[in-house]
């Protein structure tokens, strides 16, 4: 059974960085699976952030890319997160989420909040 | 970007009812939609993915139909564990993945 847990800081201040990570139970994150990042912000729908699969290919949310960076750590059997630049509107509960490949997210995270305030 | 509208934005209906929720995707995603169940203070679980597949566990109550744009999540018979937030997804075409903004159902 594939379980994933979120873990970071949960305030952040504006400008700042946001750094998260999703450590995985249950299956490789080598294994032939994407790995993924969504957010929801308070009383929101559910928005993608990105992806990385087991080689390191990446796909980012155009709106974000340039904000986002997305990394695995084999040793660890965990991936992560970092958004730059952080502004009030960042605040959300983020999600790391696990899917097979042309199918969509099967396996979240329980959700991690971050707020950005001063 | 592949825009993905649910209608209603809240559904009110009485345990024991049908309940349908619509989806419309601005362009083609073929069968690649899936439909999430998404409860207070949880993770969204995924309930139906290929437009029309149950994933595993998931109750015969609920069902989904639709190919290309317009795609339908129906619950034959409300029970009270039911009622939440669903949102449709669509995998066929990125960047980015989309959701649609969510339908909420709530007890009448």
């Known amino acids: 059974q594939v379980q994933l847990q979120e873990s970071g800081p949960g305030l952040v201040r504006p400008s700042g960085t946001l750094s998260l990570t999703c450590a995985v139970s249950?299956?490789?994150?080598?294994?032939?699976?994407?790995w993924s990042w969504v957010r929801q912000p308070p009383g929101k729908g559910l928005e993608w952030i990105g992806e990385?699969?087991?080689?390191?290919?990446?796909n980012y949310n155009p709106s974000l890319k340039s904000r986002v960076t997305i990394s695995v750590d084999d040793s660890k059997n965990q991936f992560s997160l970092k958004l730059t630049s952080v502004a009030a509107t960042d605040t959300a509960v983020y999600y790391c989420?696990?899917?097979?490949?042309?199918?969509?997210?099967?396996?979240w995270g329980q959700g991690t909040p971050v707020t950005v305030s001063s | 970007e592949t825009v993905l509208t649910q209608s209603p934005a809240t559904l009110s209906v009485s345990p024991g009812e049908r309940a349908t929720l619509s989806c419309r995707a601005s362009?083609?995603?073929?069968?690649?939609l899936a439909w999430y169940q998404q409860k207070p203070g949880q993770a969204p679980r995924l309930l139906i993915y290929?437009?029309?597949t149950r994933a595993t566990g998931i109750p015969a109550r609920f069902s989904g139909s639709g190919s290309g744009t317009e795609f339908t999540l129906t619950i034959s018979s409300l029970q009270s564990e039911d009622f939440a937030v669903y949102y449709c997804?669509?995998?066929?075409?990125?960047?980015?993945?989309?959701f649609g903004q969510g339908t909420k159902v709530e007890i009448k």
């Open positions: 362009q083609s995603v073929s069968s690649n």
């Open positions: 990385i699969s087991q080689s390191g290919n990446t």
């Open positions: 249950g299956d490789s994150i080598s294994s032939h699976n994407w």
């Open positions: 989420a696990r899917r097979d490949p042309a199918f969509p997210f099967e396996n």
């Open positions: 290929d437009a029309s």
């Open positions: 997804h669509q995998y066929n075409k990125w960047p980015p993945w989309t």
